[in-house]
């Protein structure tokens, strides 16, 4: 408990585990922005499955506890550190990152991880752009490295990063292919870039997918389950086609001939290796499409800081995405 200095609510983690260790408190220290960090006082904050990793300690960021989690928050300036120009109190931001956390009213950023929010964007959907719309540029543009007229396969486009892939692909001049298990999930997938969709849980769908790209196969496919699709994504590659794996929970076995012959490739994409001049690059690109419109995050289940566990175990257990799960400030 702090003393002598303003207090908000916040999750706090003090061990790592199940959705249960993500405790609200209310006596958190509001932190103090230095140097180059701002004080953001949050309107919303992205719920992202890397949060719920880790939160169980499983992952390669293994935060010293107690912390707070959430990486995209949506809100306004409150107070800047004295080296900071590019922004002042009143502001309207959003993150790719927060240092003190984002389940909380108030959070610190480092001002190269905060971007302006247009006007026409509400908060909750400047909490939905950050890891979502990165990671989907990142692997596109950067890893996919996508020409304009090629075909790709969003595996899993329902969700946070799909549907950013699903905008962006169709910007960039793509045919875009994506797959959803609800029928309002497979409903949002057209309304936001795809040309056709598909229900990953229906059991022929992947033959289905075979016959609307033809002989020729699908240039690109951005996987979100690269443990139960890789082997099968490696029969629908083009030749030369390339699987960007963004999302895998699991192992699986797949037969290495299947890439000869047509000399395709599977390659990894993680948002946090990205360059310090690379957000920024990302950021150019997709500041341009809030300009001009096509970037338009769809944001799905919501929830109040204080049901933050529920949301953990329905991103992980999900009953079908229908956008970007967010928590709500206020
Ligand atoms: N590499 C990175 O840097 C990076 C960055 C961000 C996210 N990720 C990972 O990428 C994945 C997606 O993230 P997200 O934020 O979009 O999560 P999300 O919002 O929870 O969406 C999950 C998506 O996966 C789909 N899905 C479920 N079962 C599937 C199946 N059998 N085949 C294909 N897709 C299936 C869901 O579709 P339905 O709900 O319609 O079934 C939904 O579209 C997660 O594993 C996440 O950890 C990685």
């Known amino acids: 408990m702090a003393t002598g200095q303003k207090l908000m609510r916040a999750i706090r983690v003090f061990e790592f585990g199940g959705p249960e260790v993500l405790k609200l408190q209310s006596d958190v220290a509001v932190p103090v922005p230095k140097d180059h960090q701002v004080l953001i006082k ?22 010293p506890l107690p912390y707070t ?8 300036i409150e107070a800047v550190g004295e080296s900071v120009s590019a922004f ?14 984002g389940y909380a009213e108030y959070a610190l ?3 190269h991880t905060v971007y302006t929010l247009p006007e026409k964007l509400d908060f909750k959907q400047g909490a939905a ?27 899993g486009a329902s969700g946070g990063v799909g549907i950013a892939a699903c905008q962006i692909a169709r910007a ?14 497979q409903k949002i997938v057209l309304q936001n870039g795809a040309h056709k969709v598909f229900n990953h849980k229906e059991a022929n769908y992947i033959d289905k997918i075979k016959k609307s790209v033809g002989e020729k196969g699908v240039d690109v496919i951005i996987e979100m389950l690269a443990n139960v699709n890789l082997s099968n994504d490696l029969n629908l590659l083009s030749r030369g086609g390339r699987v960007i794996v963004v999302g895998s929970r699991g192992a699986i076995e ?12 599977i390659k990894g994409v993680t948002l946090f290796s990205s360059t310090k001049e690379e957000f920024q690059q990302f950021a150019a690109a997709l500041q341009a499409g809030m300009e ?6 769809v944001i799905g289940h919501q929830y109040l800081l204080e049901k933050a566990t529920q949301a953990h175990e329905n991103i992980i257990h999900s009953s079908g995405a229908i956008g970007k799960m967010i928590l709500l400030l206020k």
């Not at 989690?69 to 306004?76: C, K, N």
């Not at 002042?88 to 956390?101: A, H, N, W, Y």
């Not at 752009?129 to 595996?155: D, N, Q």
């Open 42 to 63: 949050v309107q919303a904050c992205g719920v992202n499955p890397v949060d719920t990793y880790i939160r169980s300690g499983t992952h390669s960021i293994k935060p």
């Open 69 to 76: 989690p959430g990486f995209d928050v949506a809100g306004i």
């Open 88 to 101: 002042k109190k009143g502001d309207r931001v959003f993150t790719t990152r927060t240092i003190s956390g």
């Open 109 to 111: 950023a480092a001002d």
């Open 129 to 155: 752009i950050g890891i979502p719309y990165f990671t989907a540029y990142r692997a596109l543009l950067h890893s996919a490295c996508v020409k304009p007229g090629e075909s790709v396969l969003v595996h």
């Open 172 to 185: 960039y001049g793509l045919k875009v292919l994506g797959t959803a298990s609800t029928e309002e999930g």
């Open 254 to 265: 797949i037969n290495p001939r299947d890439t000869m012959t047509k000399e395709s490739s």
């Open 292 to 297: 001009i419109g096509w970037l338009k995050p």
